[in-house]
C-alpha cells in the first residue's frame, strides 16, 4: 500500500550504498558459487553472488592489488599480489592477514595453484617464475630467465590422469607476450630447485592468453591473440593441431570431457543435443571447451583429436526478459577473463568494461549481470511498478455503447502490484552509451543498447510502461519496459539532447530540450515520431525541462539565468522567472499548487508563482551549486541536491532545512524519489548510487515509546526518593540519564552515611556508570555550588579503585586524560577559593577578639560607678545584673578561646594574623589598625 504522500517526513538515512565492485583483473568464484572475489582498486572485496553486495572488504597496502588467487580445496583461503612486491595469504573467515612477503623484483603478472592447493607458481615481468609453499611460507622453485619477454600466464594441471601418466600431474607451463611456452614437470627429479626448462613450445605468433588441459588425456590447449587455438602433447611436447577461432582469444576455461553433457541430460539445453551427438561419434574423448575474447561473445568448443569446432556462440544484445530489434547495434564491449564453477554449472565472465555477466550452461543464458562500476551517474529515474496492473486489461469495444461501460468495475484485472521496498528498480544514465535498468535488492543489471554516444538524461512514464532517453548522439529514443526494447527514435535535434521529459497523463508526447537551444514536442504514439512542434527557447545551453501535471504547461531552465513557461498546444511563451544571478539547472511543477520550484547554479533554491511570476521564497543553505530540486509531500516540501555533495530536505512553510544527507563525495547530479515517498535514489560523480529510507515514522514510534518509558520510569524515581530507597533510585537515574537526581542523591547519602557510605555505594556501581559518573563530576566540578559533592564522589571513586582498574572500565568510553585535564584546573581553582576565605575568616576572629578587649574596660568602669551610686536592688534586679555579667564572661571566654585557637594555627594557614604571645598586646592592636586602615578617631577613649 502506498504510502502518505501528504505527510511532512523529518529524516531519509542510507538503506544500502552500491559502490564499484569491480574495476579490472580477475573475478574468482566459491567451490560453492555463494560468493565472488574482485579486485577493486587497492582492495578485494567479496561479494554476494545472490545480493550483488560486498559482504567483506580486504585491505592490503596503499598499493594497488595486482592479481588474486583462491586455494581449490578451500576456498577461504586467499592469495594476493600487490604493486609493493608483496604476496599475501588471507583467511576469508575473518578477513585477516596471516602472511606477508615478497616475492619478485617486479610486478605479479599471474598466479595458480597447484591441483592439491599446496603449491603456488607466480610469473612475473621480471621474467621469472617461482613456486611457493605458502603455508609454509618458503620458495620450492625459482626458475630465472626462462623468457625473452614478460611472463604473463602461469597455469598448473587441474584435472587428474589416468594411473599411466600420474607422474605428469605436476605440470607447470608459463607463457609470456612473445609467444612461447616453457614446460616444468615438477614430478621429475631431474628439474632443480633453479633449473631452466629444456622445452620450448613455439607455435604461437602473439601473446598467449589461455591455458587449459583436456581432460583425461596429457595435452594442452593454448589460445592467443593470434586467433588460433593450438592443442600439445604435453608427454612429447609436440604441436598436435592448430584449430581457427577467428577472434583474438583473451580467456579460456575448461568445463569438462564432452561425455558428461552427453551421459548426463539437463546439462545443456535439448537444442544443442543432435550437433553434440554428432560430434560425441566422432571424437568419445573430445572435452568441452569455453572462450571468450575480441568479440565481446560468450563460445562453446567441442575440442579433441578429431572434432574441433565452435558449437554455440552467444549473441551479445539477448538478455533475460528482452526482445531485441534487428536494428539494434550490438555493445562494443570484450571478454577479459573467465571462470567456471563446476557445482552450480555456471561461468562468470568478466568484460573490459567492468562488468560481471553469469551464464547458466543449463539453459546458455545470463542469469544476472552485476555492474562492477557504474561511473559517473548523470540521471536516475524510479520505474513505477506499484501501480502497474497485475494483468492487462480486457480489450474495450470501440462502439459508443460500448464506451459507456469504461467504468465497469474491474478492480481484479487492475489490482495494484506489491513490490517490496528493496526490489524495486530504477533507470540510470552513466557516462556510457547503454541505459542500465538496475534492480535494487539483487544488483542485477540489465543493459540497453541502441544509442551511439553517452546517454545524458532519462525519464520515466508515471504508469512505468515507457521510458524516454536523451544522448549525445542527438536522439531520443523511446522505450517499452515491458519487453526492454526501443520502439522508435525522435531524430531532429542538431547537437546533445540536454533533457527529455515524458506527458503526466497518459505518455502522449514527449519534450526535449537541446544544446542547440530548441525546444520541441513528439508525438510518441506514430510509430515514426516526428516534432509536432519547434522554437528556439533560450539565449544560451537548455538544462532542464518539466512538464505541469495536468499536461498544459512546459517549463524550461537554462545558462542564461531564465526560467521560461511555454504553452504545449503552440509552445507559445506564456512568462519569463527572473531572479537567479546563475544558470538554471533544474525546474519541478508543484503537485497541487500553481508554484515552481527552480535550482540554480547561485547555491539557491527559489518558488516561484505561476501566476504573478514572482519569486515567493529563497532557500539558502547549499554551498554549492544547486543541481536537482523537486516537491515532496503533496507541495509541502522541497527536496535539493547539490554540488557540494549533499541532499537537503526543506519544509516551504517554515523556510528550514529539517534533513541534511551526507553520504556522496562528489557532486550530486541526480536523484529521484519513489512515488510513495518512503524512499530516494541519489548518484553523481563518485559512482556511489546511495538508496535513502524515510525514518520518519519509525523515529517518532522509537521516541514515543522511549518518552512512555521515561514518564514511568521518573515515576517509579519519585517514588523511591519519598521512600528514601537511595540505592534503587541512583540506578534509575543513572539510566535516565539525570546529573542532577544524580548529584541531590548523592548528596543525601554523604549526609545519612558520611564519606564511607558514599564509598560502599560507589563500588557496587556497574561499568557503564562509572563512565557516567566521571563525566558528570567532571561537570559538576565547574561550579562551586555543586564542586564540595563533586570532589566527595571522586575521592569515593579513587579509594576505592586502582588507576589502572579505572584505566581498565573506561577504555573505549572515556578518555580519561580529557576528564582529569577538565578536573584539575577547576579544583585548584576551588581549592584557592577555599584557602582565601579560610585565610580570611582568621582576620575577622582576630579583629572581633581585639574589639573585645578594647570594650570590657569600658564596660567595667561603668558597672562600678553604677554599683557605687545606684540604690540598693531588688532581688529581681540582682539576679539580672549576675545573668548579664555571666552572658558578658561568657562571650569574652568565647571570643579568647577563638583567637587562641587562631593563634595556635599553622603559620602556613594562619599567616600573617598568627601571633606570638597568648594575647594581642597594645603594639598588635596598632598593627591591626594599620592593617584595617582604622584612624584613632575610631579608637574608644581610655
Known sequence: MAADTRRVHNTYRVQTSIT?????????????????????????????????????????DESSVTGILLNPTNDKVLVSSHGSLQMKLWDLDTGT?????????????????????????????????????????????????????????????????????????????????????????????????????????????????????????????????????????????????????????????????????????????????????????QDPDAALIASGGQSGQLKLWVVGDIAAECVWTEDKRSQPDMEVAPSVPEPTYQIGRLCYCSLTRTIISCTTDANIFIYSLDTLTRTKQIVGSHGEILDVKYINEEVAPKKKKKQKAQSNNEHDDDNDDDDEDDAPVSVSEMDRRVVLATNTEEIRVLNLATSNCQFLYGHKDIVICVDVSRDGSTMVSGSKDRDVRVWSLKTMSCVSVCSGHAEPIGAVVVAKKGAAFVVSVSHDLTLKIWDIRASHPKASATVRAHAKDINTVAVAPNDRLIATGSQDKTIKLWDPSDLREVGVLRGHTRGVWSVDFSPVDQVLVSASGDHTVRLWSLTSFACLKTLEGHTGSVLRATFLSFGLQVMSAAADGLLKLW?????????????????????????SESQVVSGGGDSVLAVWKDYTIIDEEVAQRTNEDRILQEQKLDGLLRAKNYKKALMIAFHLQQPGHILNIFTSIYSEGGQEETANVVQRLKSLYICKLLGYIRDWNTTSRNSGMANRILHALLTSYTPQRLLDITKGEVNMRDILGALIPYTERHFARTDRLLQKSYIIDYTLENMNNMVLPVLDADSEMSSSTAPPSSPLQSSSTSTSSSTTTTT???????????????????????????????????????????????????
Not at 151 to 158: A, D, E, M
Open 651 to 675: 519544509t516551504i512553510k517554515t523556510n528550514e532545512c529539517v534533513c541534511t544527507m551526507d553520504v556522496h563525495t562528489e557532486k550530486i547530479w541526480a536523484f529521484a524519489v519513489h512515488p
Open 20 to 60: 564499484n565492485i569491480y574495476t579490472e583483473g580477475k573475478v574468482l568464484c566459491s567451490l560453492d558459487g555463494t560468493f565472488l572475489v574482485c579486485i577493486c582498486d587497492k582492495n578485494i572485496n567479496i561479494v554476494s553472488v545472490a545480493t550483488g553486495k560486498v559482504i567483506r572488504t580486504l585491505s592490503g
Open 892 to 942: 569574652s571566654s568565647s571570643s579568647s578561646s577563638s583567637s587562641t585557637a587562631m593563634i595556635t594555627a599553622p603559620p602556613s594557614t594562619v599567616g600573617a594574623a598568627s601571633s606570638k604571645s597568648d594575647g594581642p598586646g597594645l603594639e598588635e592592636d596598632e598593627d591591626l589598625a594599620q592593617l584595617l586602615d582604622l584612624s584613632d578617631d575610631m579608637m574608644p577613649p581610655a
Open 97 to 281: 592477514c596471516k602472511r606477508t612477503w615478497k616475492a619478485h623484483d617486479a610486478h605479479i603478472m599471474d598466479m595458480d595453484y597447484d591441483l592439491t592447493g599446496t603449491l603456488v607458481a607466480t610469473g612475473s615481468s621480471d621474467r621469472t617464475v617461482k613456486v611457493w609453499d605458502v603455508e609454509k611460507g618458503y620458495c620450492t622453485h625459482n626458475f630465472r630467465n626462462t623468457h625473452t619477454g614478460i611472463v604473463t600466464l602461469v597455469q598448473f594441471r587441474h584435472t587428474r590422469l589416468p594411473t599411466s601418466h600420474a607422474a605428469h600431474e605436476l605440470t607447470l607451463a608459463a607463457c609470456s607476450e612473445d609467444g612461447t611456452i616453457r614446460l616444468w614437470d615438477l614430478n621429475n627429479p631431474d628439474v632443480t630447485r633453479e633449473s631452466s626448462s629444456n622445452t620450448t613450445l613455439a607455435g604461437h605468433y602473439s601473446g598467449v592468453t589461455g591455458v587449459t588441459y583436456l581432460p583425461g588425456k596429457d595435452q594442452m590447449l593454448t589460445g592467443g591473440r593470434d586467433k588460433v587455438f593450438n592443442i600439445w602433447d604435453v608427454s612429447t611436447r609436440a604441436l598436435r593441431r592448430t584449430v581457427p577461432t577467428l577472434e583474438e582469444v583473451e580467456a579460456l576455461v575448461g568445463l569438462g570431457p564432452l561425455v558428461e553433457f552427453i551421459e548426463t541430460p539437463g546439462l545443456l539445453p535439448p537444442h544443442m543435443a543432435p550437433k553434440l551427438d554428432k560430434l560425441f561419434k
